[in-house]
């Protein structure tokens, strides 16, 4: 059964920067695509990030790119987000996924296995 932890939320201010990690576990990860989302209270989840597990190709959101770098380490298992110039409106709980889907990816609904989510807050 897969497993996704995160950690690495907290607070900061503005213009500051956090890396978020997820630990994977119990797949190979091979062909998967992981992803980064996050939710702001009173809004639906929003696609952030994703990286092809195998190729380690990324892709953005138009509200995080030039700011945000996803990368992963296969012998670690683990895939990070480093965050960059946060702004107070990158505010939101951000959760790992990961899927075997090849469509639509930047739907949560495309993932089948999800973290528990960690919280980031960013101060004016």
């Known amino acids: 059964q897969v497993q996704l932890v995160e950690s690495g939320g907290g607070l900061v201010q503005a213009g500051g920067s956090l890396r978020l990690s997820c630990a994977a576990s119990?797949?190979?990860?091979?062909?998967?695509?992981m992803g980064w989302f996050r939710q702001a209270p009173g809004k639906e989840r929003e696609f952030a990030a994703r990286i092809n597990w195998s190729s380690g190709s990324p892709y953005y959101a138009d509200s995080v790119k030039g700011r945000f770098t996803i990368s992963r380490d296969k012998a670690k298992n683990t895939m990070y987000l480093q965050m960059n110039s946060l702004r107070p409106e990158d505010t939101a709980v951000y959760y790992c996924?990961?899927?075997?889907?090849?469509?639509?990816?930047?739907?949560?609904?495309?993932?089948?296995?999800w973290g528990q989510g960690t919280q980031v807050t960013v101060s004016s």
């Open positions: 996924a990961a899927t075997s889907r090849l469509f639509s990816l930047w739907i949560p609904g495309q993932y089948d296995y």
């Open positions: 119990g797949s190979t990860f091979s062909g998967y695509t």
